[in-house]
């Protein structure tokens, strides 16, 4: 079941056992209606008759004044303690604890926030239910295109097998958005290691998208699986960009092609591919200078830097992928065309999708350009940079949780 189905459904019949639980309660005092504390004693117990006027007051007074003090706050206290608390919120489950469910929140609570009371209430299915429903799709920034599409599967398959059940649609939905991202995922991952040669990849973007860290995070999860990596720092117009990636590459013992203050990217990428043959590593992951798609003069020079890198290697490279920031929203599918269009993309690495309600732009990607996504990014640290699993993304999405 979903999630948000089950939370709904939980708090549904909460709310209808209240009136059968609810009886007036046995007044109990609290913190602010307390009984009057009793009058001063000595510490003998026995009150003391008032002291003549003329006498100096004694320490007594203090000392028992002290005394009633802490009873009255041995009395708040007992009374705050049978005072019954508010339970605890519920902890995520184990398994959901820092996990690609926990980190996809903003785009789930966008997308299902709502659903609940709109699902358990039907009985049927009507034209309200799909119009809220597509716009929660728009909402998440699954695109209008691929929106209008899903709604009219789904419209047809309550026609064709005359489905009344909204959860019944639901679990269509959840089917459709699986099957669209499976159909552009290749079958299996590259093998990223070519016979006598390295696998090349070829990262690009805009600046700012997260373009230098993927890399880096790259770099750790393919030196963890024990592959020799050398990174290329051919985005030469940013000094800043070519320090960055040589701290990577000490951060994981891999070393880097390129240095401050070089001026030519294709030159760099030559050496870098030529160097990594000599040593024989497994990956050349190549880092380019950040580009926007309207920049068609940086488009043409990108073009140039893949074309020299075949020179240096012909069947290379192997993959380009763009990275794209998924908060973004629409606006990562423009860029993706146009970055498509000038050079022929393999695939995408989609950042940023733990801090946005904008994840369903994967979907807008996949169907309008079919291309696949081949990481998704959900965090700071290098091991947040994960290999995409369109089940398990949907998943998380949906607030899909087993039975």
Known sequence: MFGFLRRKKRKSDATEGQDEVDQPAVETSTGDDEPTPPE???????????PPIHEEPAATPANDLTV????????????????????????????????????????????????????LGKKRIDDDLLEELETRLIMADVGQKTTAALID??????????????????????????????A????????????????????????????????????????AEGRDVTLAAADTFR???????????????VRVIGEPGRGDPASVAFDAVSSAKARGSDILIVDTAGRLHTQSGL????????????KAEPEAPDEVLLVIDASIGQNALVQARQFNQAVKLTGLIVTKLDGTA???????????????????????????????EPRAFVDALLDRQAD
Not at 73 to 101: V, W
Not at 154 to 182: A, Q
Not at 300 to 307: M, T, V
Not at 364 to 380: K, M, N, Q, Y
Request: overall charge negative; proline content about 8%.
């Open 153 to 182: 599967e789904l419209t047809d398959e309550v026609s064709r097998k005359h489905v009344n059940d909204p959860e019944h649609l639901f679990e269509t939905l959840y089917r459709l958005m699986i099957e669209r991202l499976e």
């Open 299 to 310: 488009m043409d020079e990108l073009g140039k830097l893949i074309r020299v890198i075949g």
């Open 40 to 50: 001063p004693a000595s510490e003998h117990g026995t009150p003391a008759e008032p």
């Open 68 to 119: 009633t003090e802490q009873d009255t706050r041995r009395q708040k206290s007992d009374t705050a303690s049978s005072i019954p608390s508010e339970p605890p919120a519920p902890r995520p489950a184990p398994e959901q604890s820092g996990s690609l469910f926990s980190r996809l929140a903003k785009t789930r609570s966008g997308l299902t926030e709502g659903l609940g009371d709109l699902f």
């Open 184 to 223: 552009v995922q290749p079958d299996e991952p590259p093998a990223r290691r070519q016979a006598g040669r390295p696998h090349v990849m070829v990262v690009c973007g805009i600046n700012g998208g997260g373009k230098t860290t993927s890399i880096g995070k790259l770099a750790h999860r393919f030196k």
């Open 239 to 253: 000094a800043a960009a070519v320090e960055q990636l040589i701290r990577w590459g000490e951060r994981n013992d």
């Open 358 to 388: 904008k994840g369903g732009i994967v979907f807008a990607i996949a169907d309008e350009l079919g291309l696949p996504i081949h990481f998704i990014g959900v965090g700071e640290k290098a091991e947040d940079l994960r290999p995409f």
